[in-house]
């Protein structure tokens, strides 16, 4: 044992002695606290029946809370972030305490976020049991009343590990790991004015009441927010788009823009549709549904199933979509139109053969 640790044990000892319970080998100990976080989720994908899941909370931010005496304040003793797999966490100090908890918040690291509002800015929290020593809690239950934000955060991970940046841990190329934005949600049961990405004010996505229920909606307006992101805080400049359908014609930027979030919505769940919050649902294959839509470019319906089209798995893009990814990081496009004449080509991604005959496909004619 070196002089200096010595010295230490004598310093934890004598302050043990004044506090009057801390042993010399205090420092030396651990304190965990291990368990699993779930959350409750009415699942809209499911059908019109929500039926209720119970789903892993995965890469959601936790705190370790504590007081290190009993007389303490209640300090921040490390924080962490729960397991992919199972939202398993093992929350640790390295020492003993007198009360541990831990507080879970509806983020996931710096990289998205949900707030009650935009005012406050404040996330949601809730406290695990209080305890005075190591215990494994099992599984911890995000409270009914605030499940719809960890329904956010955790269906924000599926797009985040679908971002395809291999140059930082940003959502995009355009920013270094440690200076990444941050995608903010904002989530209130009792909210009405809700469902949009609030650009340009907050750059917010706004929603309410069940709406998180859709992962299809919590993905399309994050997809909005992913554009902006993709273009460096550029947008389309957007008209005729209040209010839009899928199947219905409104302007080649507002069909560029929504199908674009509809897409990735789709892309990002593996699937083929438009899912809102009752659990409808909307085809976005070419079916006998689809032939009554409206046709062309400016239809957001045409431009999204376009999209999906050409990012499938069997088709001309590579089989997903980052090349995409990485040529709308290069190549700002107003309308759908620009994206597939002229910046598709300065990506290096064809418009002649199969891609062609997918836009024709979908009544789109270059
Ligand atoms: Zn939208």
Same mark, same amino acid.
């Given at each position: 044992?070196?002089?200096?640790?010595?010295? !230490?044990?004598?310093?934890?000892?004598?302050?043990?002695?004044?506090?009057?319970?801390?042993?010399?080998?205090?420092?030396?100990?651990?304190?965990?606290?291990?368990?699993?976080?779930?959350?409750?989720?009415?699942?809209?994908?499911?059908?019109?029946?929500?039926?209720?899941?119970?789903?892993?909370?995965? =890469?959601?931010?936790?705190?370790?809370? +504590?007081?290190?005496?009993?007389? !303490?304040?209640?300090?921040?003793?490390?924080?962490? #972030?729960?397991?992919?797999?199972?939202?398993?966490?093992?929350?640790?100090?390295?020492?003993? /305490?007198?009360?541990?908890?831990?507080?879970?918040?509806?983020?996931?690291?710096?990289?998205?976020?949900?707030?009650? !509002?935009?005012?406050?800015?404040?996330?949601?929290?809730?406290?695990?049991?209080?305890?005075?020593?190591?215990?494994?809690?099992?599984?911890?239950?995000?409270?009914?009343?605030?499940?719809?934000?960890?329904?956010?955060?955790?269906?924000?991970?599926?797009?985040?590990?679908?971002?395809?940046?291999?140059?930082?841990?940003?959502?995009?190329?355009?920013?270094?790991?440690?200076?990444?934005?941050?995608?903010?949600?904002?989530?209130?049961? =009792?909210?009405?004015?809700? +469902?949009?990405?609030?650009?340009?004010?907050?750059?917010?996505?706004?929603?309410?009441?069940?709406?998180?229920?859709?992962?299809?909606? #919590?993905?399309?307006?994050?997809?909005?927010?992913?554009?902006?992101?993709?273009?460096?805080?550029?947008?389309?400049?957007?008209?005729?788009? =209040?209010?839009?359908?899928?199947?219905?014609?409104?302007?080649?930027?507002?069909?560029?823009?929504?199908?674009?979030?509809?897409? /990735?919505?789709?892309?990002?769940?593996?699937?083929?549709?438009?899912?809102?919050?009752?659990?409808?649902?909307?085809?976005?294959? =070419?079916?006998?549904?689809?032939?009554?839509?409206?046709?062309?470019?400016?239809?957001?319906?045409?431009?999204?199933?376009?999209?999906?089209?050409?990012?499938?798995?069997?088709?001309?893009?590579?089989?997903?979509?980052?090349?995409?990814?990485?040529?709308?990081s290069d190549e700002f496009s107003q309308n759908f139109r620009e994206y597939f004449v002229s910046d598709r080509p300065a990506g290096g991604l064809s418009t002649t053969g199969p891609a062609r005959t997918i836009l024709g496909s979908h009544t789109i004619t270059y």
């Open positions: 044992m070196s002089r200096s640790r010595v010295a !230490s044990l004598l310093i934890v000892a004598l302050t043990g002695a004044v506090a009057g319970f801390v042993p010399a080998t205090a420092e030396a100990t651990p304190t965990c606290l291990t368990g699993r976080l779930e959350y409750s989720h009415y699942d809209a994908e499911a059908g019109t029946r929500k039926p209720l899941v119970t789903q892993a909370a995965r =890469n959601a931010n936790w705190e370790l809370w +504590g007081k290190v005496t009993a007389g !303490s304040a209640a300090t921040r003793l490390s924080s962490g #972030i729960t397991a992919v797999g199972d939202g398993a966490f093992s929350a640790c100090h390295q020492g003993r /305490v007198a009360e541990v908890y831990v507080k879970f918040l509806s983020a996931s690291t710096t990289m998205w976020r949900v707030i009650k !509002s935009e005012g406050t800015q404040a996330q949601y929290s809730f406290e695990s049991a209080h305890k005075t020593g190591s215990q494994s809690l099992g599984t911890v239950r995000v409270p009914a009343s605030m499940q719809r934000a960890w329904t956010i955060v955790d269906t924000l991970n599926a797009l985040y590990w679908k971002r395809n940046n291999p140059s930082s841990a940003c959502w995009t190329k355009h920013q270094e790991t440690g200076a990444c934005d941050t995608l903010t949600f904002v989530w209130e049961q =009792n909210r009405t004015d809700s +469902g949009y990405w609030d650009y340009p004010d907050t750059n917010y996505v706004i929603l309410g009441q069940n709406e998180p229920d859709s992962k299809h909606t #919590i993905l399309h307006e994050a997809g909005h927010w992913l554009q902006w992101q993709l273009y460096d805080h550029a947008f389309p400049r957007v008209s005729g788009c =209040n209010p839009h359908y899928i199947e219905q014609a409104s302007s080649t930027s507002c069909a560029w823009t929504e199908g674009f979030a509809d897409a /990735v919505a789709a892309y990002t769940l593996g699937d083929y549709r438009y899912v809102d919050d009752s659990g409808a649902s909307t085809s976005l294959r =070419n079916d006998p549904d689809t032939a009554d839509w409206d046709a062309g470019d400016k239809v957001q319906g045409r431009v999204g199933s376009s999209l999906l089209d050409l990012w499938a798995p069997d088709g001309p893009d590579g089989g997903n979509w980052d090349r995409t990814i990485e040529l709308m």
